[in-house]
């Protein structure tokens, strides 16, 4: 027996969110972007799920380098580029393609002159984080130009895709397509909120994340109607149940009260293992197939749910989120986003890997335990 927490990562899920995501943006390549170790998936089996990916996008040089290990052949492109010339010989000789977005990794570069597969440089439109200013952007042209073997990609970010018409979004598109205007070289804006709220920035190149999981960045919004579906299902069991009375509290500080005699639920979860610690009472957990609120403060371990007068077996199954419980859902109740959540997972939760046809999509097909 082992303890119950557990990731169950659906790679037949991951897959089918690919290719759903490169139908909606019809035309435009896709980076897989797939940093922090997979957005909390598992870098190297996320990694091999996606090989339909015409690119995997990682934030840094020791990510890359740990998918090429792991024998994947796909371009890879490092989103914050080089942190140093100490880099560069690894990076060239992965093949990678990099950002270029300062002039001190420009500098870096030029010192050591090599012919990049592809060098894409960011354009700071107004996100005002990463990138060279508008302008700047017509003498770094021609300087990446000279380092790069085809034609320099052109990157911008946008502050804020996740909100549908906002005035910001249109003043970067306007500010990026105006620069770029004559200047060869493949174009990418969109990340998963461009990709689902603005069509027109498709482009060559999108580069989703989020939505790659069957994960919504747009608050509110959900993708299934869109046909994505949840990749990480994080799930337990229930490890013990209390009989209490109407009145008593219930775990630390007792800021949870019972309102009438019932059962409380123990499940084998919490922030030491990922779950929110700032998830309020009310919170939904699914047990058994029905929602039931938390009660009380998480502890490090464990959390408690109201069962009400309906207790259930030790051993019950517990989803903290997933297939029948959003992500996006228990993201909202702890004052958070769901990228936190996913990321967060613990090591020390078990990742196991399951196959699910769609036909059979109650049933887990093969289990495998997911290397990290």
């Not at 105006?178 to 804006?189: F, I």
């Not at 639920?265 to 919170?283: E, L, Q």
């Not at 769609?358 to 097909?365: K, R, S």
């Amino acid at each position: 027996m082992s303890r119950p927490a557990v990731a169950r990562i659906d790679f037949a899920a991951l897959r089918d969110n690919l290719r759903t995501i490169r139908q909606r943006v019809s035309g435009a390549r896709l980076w897989a972007v797939i940093k922090a170790n997979g957005y909390g998936h598992g870098l190297i089996p996320v990694a091999h799920a996606l090989r339909e990916a015409d690119g995997l996008a990682v934030s840094c040089l020791e990510e890359a380098l740990l998918l090429r290990e792991a024998g994947i052949r796909q371009p890879i492109l490092l989103l914050e580029g080089l942190f140093g010339p100490d880099e560069i010989q690894a990076a060239w000789e992965a093949g990678l393609e990099l950002v270029v977005h300062a002039e001190a990794a420009l500098t870096v570069l030029e010192a050591t002159p090599r012919r990049w597969p592809r060098l894409w440089i960011k354009i700071d439109t107004g996100m005002h984080r990463l990138g060279f200013s508008l302008h700047e952007f017509p003498d770094i042209h021609g300087r990446v130009a000279r380092l790069s073997a085809t034609d320099p990609g052109l990157m911008t970010h946008l502050a804020s895709a996740d909100e549908p018409g906002h005035p910001g979004v249109e003043a970067q598109l306007a500010a990026f397509w105006r620069v770029t205007q004559g200047r060869p070289g493949p174009r990418s804006l969109a990340n998963s909120a461009a990709i689902l709220q603005y069509p027109q920035c498709h482009a060559d190149w999108v580069r989703p994340g989020l939505l790659l999981f069957g994960v919504s960045p747009v608050p509110g919004r959900l993708v299934e109607a869109m046909g994505l579906k949840p990749v990480m299902t994080f799930a337990t069991e229930i490890m013990a149940i209390k009989r209490v009375h109407q009145g008593d509290r219930v775990g630390y500080g007792g800021v949870f009260q019972a309102e009438a005699d019932g059962w409380i639920g123990i499940a084998a979860a919490g922030y030491g293992d990922g779950y929110p610690y700032h998830a309020p009472s009310g919170t939904p957990v699914t047990v058994a197939g029905r929602i039931v609120p938390l009660a009380g403060r998480v502890s490090m371990d464990m959390i408690a749910v109201d069962l009400g007068s309906h207790p259930v077996a030790i051993g019950s199954p517990v989803t903290l989120w997933g297939r029948d419980l959003p992500v996006e859902t228990v993201a909202r109740h702890a004052g958070t986003i769901p990228y936190e959540l996913l990321c967060g997972v613990a090591q020390r939760v078990r990742h196991e890997r399951v196959d699910v046809p769609e036909e059979q999509t109650d049933h887990v097909q093969t289990v495998d335990r997911v290397s990290l």
